[in-house]
């Protein structure tokens, strides 16, 4: 009888959707810059294809998913500002930052108790972010993971023990460096430098002359995104430097920037390459959708994973702030883990991943391969 | 809706409970969030405190380390500046975190945090350059930090003087929250001491207005006004008094009504009695009256006794008189005889003749068959003066016997009664001889009638005999006459007897009766009359008593207004 009941009205329900009572779309905010890095726009492409994927196969209940979009050009006070607008144009949940500073920096908006809406990053690392509240989650491990991985990796796989962290002086920067040091020193390495440099100005000429007069480091962590990363790059080989060059997921998409970026190390927890049929075929509707779209990276599968994750929780769980919250805090601990791109995703208490699994991966003929042992 | 008294107090104290506790609530809740916010806000101003000092600190600190590592360069000095470097990050996290921060002051933390990176990425450099062996460009990349650190130095006192305004703000906001929270609280006691004093207030109304009707109507029932009350509407408690008072009243109206009748009963009961006594007073007066009556009547008696005495004595005389009567029908007889035996020879002689008058003596003889019967009816006669003698003896001895009774009174009339007796004694004797004489009489009439037969066969053919029988005849005739006239005189006195003794029967009947009647009415008379004496006093006591109570009754019912 009951059960009965419950299928007459998940019936009526559907009656109703279908006859499009209620098909107000579903607003999802996107918060994240710069559009014209290379590593930003496929993020919000993905995101716009799982949108427009969902919507193509009745959205939620019917109702359509529609995307709001506000570039914060990865700048952390006007991502509190974008923040701010994302949540007054009333959506449900937002994706991002990109960005670990401006995640930090957008996630007091979001978990304010005047607010209260769901944020998930794609790719924001820093470890800070597992304390940014009880709206704040990732879908990416954080530094203390990369750092980890990359430390363990150098020790086990590339077995070197002495090294310097060239870092982008900002939280994703610092936290990639912090935990690094303390994961590589805890286990025996020795971290002779830790040189900071600007994102803006990206000038390590001093830090490289010096390193070089010393000789103090057989490998070279890089700690930065994409492009002061591949700048810092250049100035690192037109230096000479022969040793190996590992960098954590913001270096993800080195593999484009040629010769430069050839035997790059990059700790990521997606690789473009792996062959699996969802992985195919994912690359092959963002191809078809975005032919000139730069190409995917880990941070844009984790948005492609993170929009279906927000429909899954959406269709079980209710349309609310809360109700979204709540379902996506469940995911991993009352509900199985959500199975995607970038691997089994399980929030625990602080929204991190911690069980994700992080793989090396290292440019080879342009292409990001499984890292190997040297 | 709320009719009991009992209803209407438990729902007044409930409210006042509920407003109790509402105040209660409220006040603990406001003094325990007024504490809290006080708590938090203090917290956050020790924290905002620490924070600012830290990050100010920590920020000097690193410039300092970094100025220092350009004089003295160390590797100690150059970890001391990158850890005062992440102390000053800490800092500024932990003020992002504060939450107090408005989105400027957030915008401005970044900036801080910006130029922090900025400045460490100068002085680094300017180390490397050191380091490399070229001070100069040292200096200069030094200088070039210079700018980031002042106004480095320039944001963090402005964002921790924001603080310091803001937290002065805060004091602000919360002195009004608590000024709120305080009249709140008060216009909530004020509210409740209304709802109390209200609730008294109507308490005592509800109780004293119909209590002080009930009391208005019992103390009237008290003073004697029974006439119903309108007590209005009532508490459900107080009601049930009303009802009682009200079904007393009319109870109490009742029972005065039927006293009052009752007392005008009695009275009128108490009129009838007195007018009842005088009518006893009247009755007494009649007695008086019955007893004057009974010495009448005694003296009637008397007069009777006297007239009885005289009737006995005629009927002495009249007895006498039959004796001589009686006396001369014998000397009659003898006369005859000797008549008749000096005329035999004539009657032999006269026999023929005397058988032409056989057929005279034969109808003479009829004659004397005739006298027989007379005789026979005398001596009825005589048994019947016998019998009213003895009747009169008896009834002059009943007489006595009741003189004997009337006592004193009758003495005289025992004497008179004894004399009555002794007249009738006489009277029978008188009778006897009377009844012996005609039973000789009747004999001789017998012998005579059979002499007169035999005689009659041998007066046959006697002329001379016939002529001395006729003679003799004649003279028997005229014997038989006076015999008649003498029993006619005998017939007469006793007719007159048999009167006089019926006057004397009536008379001594009469004076029985009377006698009895008096002695009998004198007795009663005198019992009776004593006690309807002793009765009449009683009476009357009781009666004026029964006045006398009937008066209280009725004075005391008069008060009564029903």
């Known amino acids: 009888m009951g059960r009965l009941a419950v299928a007459g009205l998940f019936t009526l329900g559907l009656a109703i959707a279908g006859c499009g009572s209620d098909q107000r779309p579903i607003l999802i905010g996107w918060g994240g810059g710069p559009l014209n890095d290379s590593t ?5 492409h993905t995101a716009e294809l799982a949108i427009a994927e969902i919507n193509a196969a009745g959205g939620i209940h019917g109702r359509p998913l529609r995307l709001v979009i506000l570039e914060d050009g990865g700048e952390a006070d006007s991502a509190v500002r974008v923040a701010t607008k994302l949540v007054d144009s009333g959506v449900v949940a937002v994706i991002g930052h990109i960005y670990s500073s401006t995640t930090l920096a957008a996630a007091p908006v979001y978990n304010s108790p005047d607010n209260r809406v769901l944020q998930i990053s794609p790719s924001a690392t820093s470890p800070l972010i597992s304390q940014a509240g009880d709206y704040t989650f990732r879908v990416c491990p954080s530094d203390l993971q990369y750092g980890g991985a990359l430390a363990h990796f150098v020790q086990q796989k590339l077995r070197l023990s002495r090294g310097a962290v060239l870092y982008v002086n900002n939280d994703y920067g610092r936290g990639v460096r912090r935990t690094f040091e303390r994961e590589f020193s805890r286990s025996g390495g020795e971290v002779t430098e830790v040189d900071p440099f600007s994102e803006q100005k990206p000038d390590v000429g001093a830090y490289l002359e010096r390193l070089a007069q010393t000789q103090g480091a057989d490998f070279l962590i890089l700690a930065a995104n994409i492009d002061e990363g591949t700048q810092v790059l250049r100035a690192i080989r037109d230096k000479g430097f022969k040793g190996p060059i590992l960098g954590g997921d913001g270096l993800d998409g080195i593999e484009d920037a040629g010769p430069l970026g050839e035997g790059v190390y990059v700790a990521t927890v997606y690789l473009p390459s792996e062959n699996t049929e969802r992985n195919r075929k994912f690359l092959s509707a963002y191809r078809e959708k975005f032919p000139l779209g730069n190409p995917v990276d880990y941070s844009a599968a984790a948005t492609y994973d993170i929009v279906y994750l927000l429909r899954d929780a959406m269709l079980r769980g209710g349309t609310s702030r809360k109700q979204l919250r709540d379902a996506v805090a469940a995911v991993g601990q009352t509900e199985p883990a959500f199975s995607g791109l970038t691997g089994s995703i399980a929030f625990d208490e602080n929204g991190d991943v911690p069980q994700l699994n992080i793989q090396m991966g290292v440019v080879r003929n342009g292409t990001l391969r499984v890292a190997e042992e040297r | 809706m709320l009719s009991g008294l009992t209803q209407r107090i438990t729902f007044a104290m409930i409210l006042l409970l509920t407003l109790v506790a509402f105040i209660g609530w409220l006040s603990v809740t406001s003094i325990r969030s007024q504490g809290d916010t006080a708590d938090r806000e203090l917290r956050a101003l020790a924290d905002e405190g620490d924070v600012g000092s830290e990050l100010v600190a920590s920020v000097m600190s690193e410039i300092r380390a970094a100025q220092q590592y350009l004089l003295t360069p160390s590797l100690a000095v150059r970890y001391d500046f990158i850890s005062s470097g992440d102390s000053a990050y800490t800092a500024q996290r932990r003020f992002g975190d504060l939450g107090s921060l408005s989105d400027d002051d957030r915008v401005i933390l970044n900036r801080i945090a910006e130029r922090q990176a900025e400045l460490e990425v100068a002085y680094a450099t300017a180390h490397a350059l050191a380091d490399i062996g070229r001070p100069d460009a040292a200096l200069a990349q030094a200088r070039d930090a210079h700018e980031p650190a002042d106004s480095l130095i320039a944001m963090v006192r402005r964002l921790t003087s924001d603080q310091a305004r803001l937290s002065v703000q805060r004091a602000d906001a919360m002195r ?28 005592r109304s509800s109780v004293n207005v119909p209590l002080r009707r009930l009391v208005g109507a019992a103390e009237r029932f008290g003073a004697g006004d029974l006439r119903p009350v309108q ?13 009682t008072l009200d079904s007393t009243g009319a109870r109490l109206r009742t029972v005065v009504s039927e006293v009052i009748k009752e007392a005008e009963q009695i009275g009128s009961s108490a009129g009838e009695f007195s007018a009842m006594s005088q009518e006893l007073a009247a009755s007494g007066n009649e007695i008086s009256t019955a007893m004057v009556k009974v010495s009448t009547s005694a003296e009637s008696q008397v007069r009777g006794m006297d007239k009885a005495g005289k009737a006995l004595g005629e009927l002495r005389q009249a007895a006498s008189t039959t004796g001589e009567a009686a006396n001369r029908v014998v000397q009659v007889g ?23 008058v056989r057929e005279v003596v034969r109808a003479s003889m009829g004659q004397v068959r005739q006298l027989a019967q007379l005789s026979a009816s005398i001596t009825a006669f005589i048994d019947l003066i016998k019998q009213i003698s003895s009747q ?12 004997a009774r009337a006592g004193e009174q009758g003495r005289g009339f025992a004497v008179v009664a004894e004399e009555v007796r002794n007249l009738a004694d006489s009277s029978a004797r008188a009778a006897e001889e009377v009844t012996k004489t005609v039973q000789i009489l009747l004999n001789q009439v017998r012998e005579t009638s059979t002499t007169m037969e035999v005689g009659s066969g041998k007066v046959e053919g006697i002329e001379h005999v016939a002529e001395a029988a006729a003679r003799g005849l004649q003279e028997i005739a005229l014997a038989v006459k006076e015999i008649q006239s003498a029993a006619a005189q005998v017939e007469e006195e006793a007719t007159l007897n048999r009167t006089i003794v019926d006057e004397l029967t009536t008379t001594t009947s009469q004076a029985a009766t009377a006698a009895s009647e008096h002695a009998t009415s004198s007795e009663s008379v005198t019992a009776a009359a004593e006690q309807q004496n002793a009765a009449t006093e009683e009476m009357a006591a009781a009666a004026s008593e029964l006045l006398a109570g009937a008066n209280r009754l009725t004075a005391l019912v008069a008060d009564f207004r029903t």
């Not at chain 2, 008896?394 to 006595?400: G, H, Q």
Request: aromatic share 2%; no cysteine; charged share 15%.
């Open chain 1, 40 to 44: 930003v726009s496929p993020s919000l």
């Open chain 2, 176 to 203: 009004q929250r608590s000024r709120r929270t305080q009249v709140i609280l008060i216009g909530a006691i004020i509210l409740i001491m209304a709802a109390g004093a209200l609730t008294v207030y109507y308490t």
């Open chain 2, 231 to 243: 007590l209005g509407d009532m508490p459900t408690e107080l009601n049930l008094l009303a009802m």
């Open chain 2, 334 to 356: 003898e006369n005859i005889r000797r008549v008749a035996a000096q005329h035999q020879g004539d009657v032999d002689a006269a026999r023929r003749t005397l058988l032409d």
């Open chain 2, 392 to 403: 009169t003896n008896l009834l002059a001895l009943n007489a006595a016997i009741e003189a």
